[in-house]
């Protein structure tokens, strides 16, 4: 993982920039945990400030794209963190469960490390957001690799989970992001910023189509409800256990 996120990470510092409105409901449910440890951190996106932070990354890359002012990164796994038992506060992971190639394990060591909280936001395999429909491709690989939402009470004991509705100004290119700006797709620079579009071997034929629709005007008319929508769940849930 870390290879394959030297390569993907070239561009995250500028595609995968934070979005207020996400980072306020990471920051709210974080409470008032002091030390607080961020889990398959990258380049930083999410970390709260005014706390002390550490980050683990297992990518030397997304380790050099980070800030000098972000928190200090530790190159490791998040299945063998290198911390005693209960050090943190709380333990954040954003967007990166998917990933590790033990889930269980990385929570699991999550959980020891942290005396309170582990906030996670993550994915809902079951969602089909519409870019679906043009790549199915993407739901086979959400399925295979994203933890069904039942599977996080299984590690972590009880979980509350909530929606995290998307803006349709998202400044953060995550996968579905671009969810009422659909054109984005097709250009392979922002595309690049999102590991599943860089997991799909086949997608040149859903883009075209998707082009095509587009021109057409056929998208406008099969999406019509989405472009009076101003937030758009895709299916990104916020995990919290306590």
Known sequence: MSAKYDIIGRNYAELRRPDGRIARII???LGSA????????????YEPTGRFVIAVEPSREMIRKRSPAAAEAIEASADDLPFDDNSFDASMAILTVHHWPDKGAGLREIRRVTRGRVVLLTFD???????TDYLPELAALDEAQMPAMSDYERWLG???ITPVPVPHDCSDGFLYAYWRRPAAYLDP????????LWAISNAEAGLQ???QDLETGEWQRRYAGLLTLDEYDAGYRLVVAD
């Open 34 to 45: 002091q030390t607080v440890l961020n889990v398959g951190a990258g380049t930083g996106s």
């Open 27 to 29: 920051e709210s449910a």
């Open 209 to 211: 189509h998707l082009r």
């Open 125 to 131: 395999p079951l969602s089909r957001p519409w870019l």
């Open 158 to 160: 009880p979980v509350q």
């Open 189 to 196: 620079h922002i595309r690049s910023g999102s590991s599943s």
